[in-house]
């Protein structure tokens, strides 16, 4: 009962999955809805506006710092819950 | 006996290249995130060949933590800087004059200052997680 009823929802689930990614944009595709005015605001105006000459850097750190700051909470709290847990000192 | 000859020449030079890294993270390809971890692969690689007990000895737990701790502090700091122009927050408008020319070391205002703070965080991150898995008693 248990197998029959886990190979079911498997099933349903990779089910989903593969229609999800049926429906996804063609890779480069001109039409995707990744392809606005963002990408290309950001090659025309990042040196002016940060003065960095790494585009990829200039986006992570100055137009999204905010989401590399949580990602180096989350560092952070990876850190203290492992020395809460293995070390006793 | 090797290995120990072999680490002890090869990790000053890691660990140049990993802060090389972290500096030039507005000039080329890296960054906190890529120099800090190059940074701490030299530390690991160093407690691999000598023990963590002995790194230990010489790079205190302590300080280490501390500099995870005031990295990430100082990350948070430069990015509330902002704020207090009352302006747009991202980008930083705070230090505008600070941005130099486009292609110089010193350029790019407070992205040169995070990449410092990150950079510093992602290293003692991996150190401390890779000693508390190894334990003490190795």
């Known amino acids: 009962m248990r197998r029959v009823l886990s190979i079911l929802i498997i099933t349903i689930f990779s089910l989903i999955l593969i229609i999800t990614v049926l429906e996804m944009p063609v890779f480069g595709d001109i039409k995707n809805p990744t392809n606005n005015h963002v990408p290309s605001w950001y090659i025309e105006n990042a040196i002016k506006d940060t003065g960095a000459l790494n585009i990829v850097t200039s986006i992570i750190l100055d137009y999204r710092g905010f989401d590399t700051l949580g990602e180096a909470v989350v560092l952070f709290l990876s850190t203290i819950s492992v020395i809460s847990i293995l070390r006793e000192a | ?72 502090l100082w990350y948070g700091f430069i990015k509330i800087l902002g704020l207090f122009q009352g302006k747009h927050l991202i980008p930083d408008s705070f230090m505008k004059f600070m941005l130099g020319t486009p292609g110089n070391l010193f350029s790019s205002g407070l992205i040169f200052l995070a990449n410092l703070g990150l950079g510093f965080t992602v290293a003692a991150t991996m150190f401390i997680l890779f000693s508390c898995f190894m334990g003490e008693d190795q």
């Open chain 2, 1 to 72: 006996m090797i290995l120990k000859h072999v680490t002890v020449i090869v990790v000053p030079f890691i660990q140049m290249y990993g802060l090389y890294v972290v500096y030039n993270g507005h000039l080329s390809p890296g960054g906190g995130f890529a120099g800090g971890t190059i940074l701490a692969a030299s530390l690991i690689l160093l407690c691999l060949t000598f023990g963590v007990k002995k790194v230990s000895e010489r790079i205190s737990y302590k300080i280490v933590r501390f500099v995870q701790g005031f990295g990430l």
